[in-house]
């Protein structure tokens, strides 16, 4: 199933033990159809995978390697928002212009979206927008 991957979603699987496994779920999703990110999903990757090396979770060598898996997935960067929609999601949904580029690119692409940030899946909700989900094992 094609989607909108948040940068959240995508860090779950390097960062975040609790939702690791969303996080595969959703890189599988794309594996197996394609996912949609806005351009500035590249920026916040690296820079979360270089927040955590200084924090002494990852080594460059570890950001180098989850960088170098995430390349070769099939993700379709889309270079620019449609400013005036994104601005008015953010607005109505209090998200920050960050959040809200994803918001604007699933209600565009008309496919779900993939998040951990619950402003963001409230947001989503509210537009009609699904969330990804997947079935947790316990």
Request: net charge neutral; glycine share 2%.
């Amino acid at each position: 199933m094609a989607l909108v991957a948040d940068a959240s979603a995508i860090l779950a699987l390097a960062l975040n033990e609790e939702e690791a496994r969303y996080g595969e779920a959703v890189i599988n999703a794309i594996v197996a159809d394609e996912g949609f990110v806005p351009a500035l999903f590249w920026f916040e990757i690296r820079n979360a995978l270089l927040m955590s090396e200084r924090r002494k979770r990852f080594t460059p060598e570890r950001t180098d390697q989850f960088l170098a898996d995430l390349e070769v997935l099939p993700i379709v960067v889309d270079p620019q928002p449609r400013w005036e929609a994104t601005i008015g999601l953010a607005r109505r949904h209090q998200l920050s212009v960050y959040d809200a580029a994803y918001l604007e690119l699933a209600q565009r692409k008309a496919v779900s979206l993939a998040t951990i940030d619950a402003a963001l899946k409230r947001a989503a909700g509210s537009v009609s927008i699904t969330v990804f989900q997947t079935t947790r094992r316990k």
